[in-house]
């Protein structure tokens, strides 16, 4: 009767009534009989007493109790198993969706991968408590969460690759690099989807830096207060050093340019943009940025030492072409 027990108790330390709940329901109903039938033979008189029955259904209960204790303790290993490599497998995932929703950011998206943070903490909380199901439970959720996010962050790449505007960023970088090979001068491209500042002259890249945007990313600038970065061609009006600005460095951009005024009067008459608004202006590219994150009111942000490894390259009047995304077909 003991070992029965000891074995029911191994089956209580792995939770078998929710991991092998069948046969610890039978085990219990056998321990139960056999205890029954024990105190029945310890009542009869002396001479009466028989426990084969009694020793039959201990026998039958210590059985059912070790099958028990087996199941519940190979069913924990396996849930341990499955959700310590359920979050692994998400704890990898989730800072390459991070770093990839930063090239196309969207609320729905934004929502499902703060949904999965919080789906892999609740995860890793359950597991150290041994609670390995719903540990299990919170990993598949967030990957589920993780999913959905990427299908998002997929169509707005889809919805870039195929914008309208292509076609328009394809003929500004053409024209910007045309011109370095012109002059011979070197000239900057902003690709927003790729957060990346590139410096050309003719048609050799000489310098790359990753950029920070305007906290809307990879929106056009339609209006003053957007936070969004606009797209088009301009030039270096003003070069700006240590102590001439509040951001390190700064290279001030002649935005809004005559055809970005043009657009704007085009979204006013068609009632895109509100009465009242402005189109913006004081579009800078400056310091402060390295962050690996979107967060100025529309400028292109680098880290200082790359401001300082760029600025000696630039004077006034450089050209300065920013466009939703290079197109591969004119630069690789």
């Known amino acids: 009767m003991d070992a029965a027990r000891y074995a029911m108790e191994r089956a209580a330390d792995a939770e ?11 085990a219990r109903q056998a321990l139960v009989l056999a205890e029954a039938e024990v105190r029945l033979a310890s ?25 028990c204790a087996y199941q519940a303790t190979a069913a924990k290993a396996r849930a341990r198993t499955r959700s310590q490599s359920a979050i692994k497998e998400l704890t990898a995932i989730l800072p390459r969706v991070h770093a990839l929703a930063r090239h196309a950011w969207d609320d729905d998206s934004a929502k499902a991968i703060l ?8 995860a890793k909380g359950a597991f150290e408590k041994g609670d390995y199901e719903r540990a299990l439970e919170s990993a598949e959720r967030g990957r589920a969460r993780l999913a959905g996010a990427v ?4 169509r707005t790449f889809d919805a870039l690759h195929s914008s309208p505007r292509r076609a328009i960023w394809r003929r500004w970088v053409k024209e910007t690099l045309k011109e370095s090979t012109s002059t011979g001068r070197p000239v900057l491209i902003v690709d927003k989807l790729r957060r990346q500042l590139r410096v050309f002259k ?6 790359s830096y990753p950029a920070d945007l305007g906290l809307a990313g990879v929106a056009t600038k ?47 008459r068609s009632g895109q943009v509100p009465k009242g608004k402005g189109i913006g202006s004081n579009i800078e590219i400056h310091g402060h940025g390295g962050r690996s994150q979107d967060w100025t009111q529309g400028c292109v942000a680098l880290d ?29």
Do not use: H, W
Not at 115 to 122: H, I, P, W, Y
């Open 43 to 67: 009542r009869r008189r002396s001479l009466s007493r028989n426990f084969e029955e009694a020793s039959r259904l201990m026998s039958e209960a210590r059985i059912a109790a070790e099958i």
């Open 115 to 122: 949904e999965a943070d919080v789906a892999l903490g609740e």
């Open 16 to 26: 078998g009534v929710s991991r092998a709940s069948a046969p610890c329901a039978a």
């Open 304 to 332: 200082n030492d790359e401001m300082d490894d760029l600025v000696p390259r630039v004077r006034v009047g450089t050209a300065v072409t920013i466009v939703g995304t290079i197109p591969e077909e004119v630069v690789p």
């Open 222 to 268: 339609t209006q003053a207060g957007d936070d969004a970065t606009p797209e088009g061609k301009y030039r270096v009006t003003e070069v700006r050093n240590p102590g001439q600005t509040k951001y390190y460095r700064a290279l001030m951009l002649d935005y809004p340019n005559a055809e970005d005024r043009e657009r704007f009067r085009r979204l006013q």
């Open 202 to 207: 003719g048609a050799d890249e000489i310098a």
């Open 151 to 154: 299908s998002g962050l997929n």
